[in-house]
């Protein structure tokens, strides 16, 4: 071999290590950076330089990989901001929500085993009935403002999530519990009041935790539901009327039907209906029903009979109909 070709062999190898060398890190980096390429990290969350993070809550990640939030700000639904929504607590500059967010489960700083997930702020195995596994978090898509509707939709700042959609308020019926819409005669996580949680494998029964529906009341999911007026289960659960309608008789409409009553966004029949007995907002207590507007614990005896006799034809002690 010629000494200039000896000479410029090493320059040659050189090269040749460097190119190999580039295109192993190249490798490396394509690897760590594909999401597709990690099953644990799924929507909503995001990998971002090779980490996993929910780009809803994270101050180096905020919305998008590599969006930081500025000193003393916090970074809630994906927005930096000076404060976190209503319905979410400020976890060391991480807007959360207690109820799901494995992470901080009911509390900052309380982080689920691997495997659990965050349902009601407390690590479980699974998710209670009506709420839907998200990236470990047990969501309410009716009403969670990180996922409205479906996992990962947030709301923007100042929003609600009413009936699965980002809303400026709640609708008709429902009650803002710090930030989410609810229907306290149905919603498990808020039943009577704003944050009334029922126990594991109970349902809320017109506003009561039991272990079972009231006759005339449908378990959709956990939530005891009136189908012939219930706005997010009409006609059948899961059936949710666009904004603005009511539920009348099962389907939804811009007004109510003839013979019942609008009472707050449900159409009610105050004859027959255990939430709006008599009047919109009368509920009958657990193992009652409602009959004529009244409240009743036992059914009343046929027509034309007592105790089976005719009625004209005499009394239960035998003597004649006075």
């Known amino acids: 071999m010629p000494r200039s070709q000896f000479l410029a062999a090493p320059r040659e190898w050189g090269n040749m290590t460097r190119i190999i060398w580039t295109m192993a890190a190249v490798a490396l980096l394509g690897g760590t950076a594909c999401g597709s390429r990690d099953d644990s990290c799924k929507a909503p969350l995001q990998i971002c330089a090779g980490v996993c993070t929910d780009p809803a809550s994270d101050l180096a990640n905020c919305g998008t990989c590599g969006n930081a939030c500025p000193a003393g700000d916090v970074c809630s639904a994906g927005t930096c901001a000076l404060s976190c929504q209503t319905g979410l607590t400020d976890c060391a500059g991480s807007c959360s929500n207690l109820s799901s967010d494995r992470a901080n489960c009911g509390a900052c700083g309380n982080a689920c085993p691997a495997g659990d997930v965050c349902s009601a702020g407390a690590c479980a195995l699974s998710c209670q009935a009506g709420t839907t596994d998200c990236s470990g978090s047990c969501s309410n898509l009716s009403s969670d403002l990180a996922n409205c509707g479906t996992c990962g939709n947030a709301c923007p700042a100042g929003d609600v999530c009413s009936a699965g959609a980002c ?38 029964s017109a506003g009561t935790c039991a272990l079972s529906c009231q006759t005339g009341l449908t378990d959709c999911a956990g939530s005891c539901s009136n189908l012939s007026s219930d706005l997010a289960n009409c006609g059948a659960c899961g059936t949710v009327c666009p904004a603005g309608d009511v539920c009348s008789a099962g389907a939804c409409a811009l007004s109510c039907q003839a013979g019942l009553t609008d009472c707050g966004g449900t159409c ?44 004209g034809l005499g009394n239960i002690d035998g003597t004649g109909a006075g």
């Open 167 to 204: 809303a400026l308020s709640c609708q008709a019926g429902l009650t803002d519990c710090a930030g989410t819409c609810s229907n306290l005669s149905s919603d498990r996580a808020n039943c009577g009041a704003c944050g009334n949680a029922c126990p594991a494998g109970d349902v809320c």
């Open 268 to 311: 009610a029949d105050l004859a027959s209906d255990q939430l709006d007995c008599g009047a919109c907002g009368h509920v009958c207590p657990t193992g009652s029903g409602c009959s004529g507007g009244a409240c009743t614990t036992t059914s009343a005896p046929a027509l034309g009979l007592v105790a089976g006799i005719p009625s």
